[in-house]
């Protein structure tokens, strides 16, 4: 079954130090994979997406098929990102019309 | 241009009644998805819309769930016979064709069955 787990429900860091949120998948297809982020009092929205391969805020993700991840990085944190972080798997080809999504972590960065 | 829209914003009903949540989608966007957003639990998928009809139903957790998508556009989820473990958050998204495309998510429904 698909599946895709956030090991952490909650990261800490202080401003400027690295953050890394982890994801693992689990799929044995080809998969889509995405991070979307809700801040405080906002709508859940589209971060990144592994296809696209870009860099947004300052956040890049890769996919390693090999581990089955697609962990969200950042080297220099900012006040700004303390968020919800939900990692989500799509069916790539199929029949399935949704996202699967981790449990998210929650990010916070401290001053 | 406007977002998704939920309607109502917060709704408190008492276990046993039945419960409308509306959705109005991005105009022009042919996918439509509802999803349960727990505490603990992140989101859950209920729900897949394209176009009016659903292909993916897979998601509904018993069968006092349902949804219906009229006109290619408003979507409601119906909850019959409330029960307390109902209570979440219910988010719709809407996007352009299929699901890997950008979802665009709604503010949500807050419900609290008592």
């Known amino acids: 079954a698909q599946r895709v787990t956030q090991p952490e429900k909650l990261l800490s860091v202080f401003k400027g130090a690295p953050v890394e949120l982890k994801c693992n998948y689990s799929y044995s297809g080809s998969p889509e994979l995405f991070w979307y982020v809700q801040y405080s009092r906002q709508r859940l929205q589209l971060l990144l997406r592994?296809?696209s391969r870009e860099s947004i805020k300052g956040f890049t993700a890769d996919l390693n098929k090999g581990e089955t991840s697609f962990h969200l990085k950042k080297p220099f944190a900012q006040e700004e990102d303390s968020a919800m972080y939900y990692c989500?798997?799509?069916?790539?080809?199929?029949?399935?019309?949704?996202?699967?999504f981790g449990k998210g972590t929650k990010l916070s960065v401290k001053p | 241009g406007a977002g998704v829209s939920q309607s109502p914003s917060n709704k408190v009903t008492e276990k046993g009644k039945d419960v409308e949540l509306r959705c109005d989608p991005i105009?022009?966007?042919?996918?439509l998805y509802w999803y349960r957003q727990s505490l603990g639990q992140g989101l859950e998928f209920l729900i897949y819309?394209?176009?009016?009809?659903?292909?993916?139903k897979s998601g509904l957790p018993s069968d006092r769930f349902s949804a219906e998508r009229t006109g290619g556009s408003v979507s409601t989820l119906t909850i019959q016979r409330t029960q307390q473990e109902d209570s979440a958050v219910y988010l719709c998204a809407s996007s352009l064709g299929g699901p890997f495309v950008e979802q665009y998510f709604g503010p949500g429904t807050r419900l609290t069955v008592t």
């Open positions: 105009s022009g966007h042919t996918a």
């Open positions: 989500a798997l799509g069916e790539y080809g199929g029949s399935q019309g949704n996202l699967i």
């Open positions: 819309f394209q176009g009016n009809s659903a292909p993916d």
């Open positions: 592994h296809i």
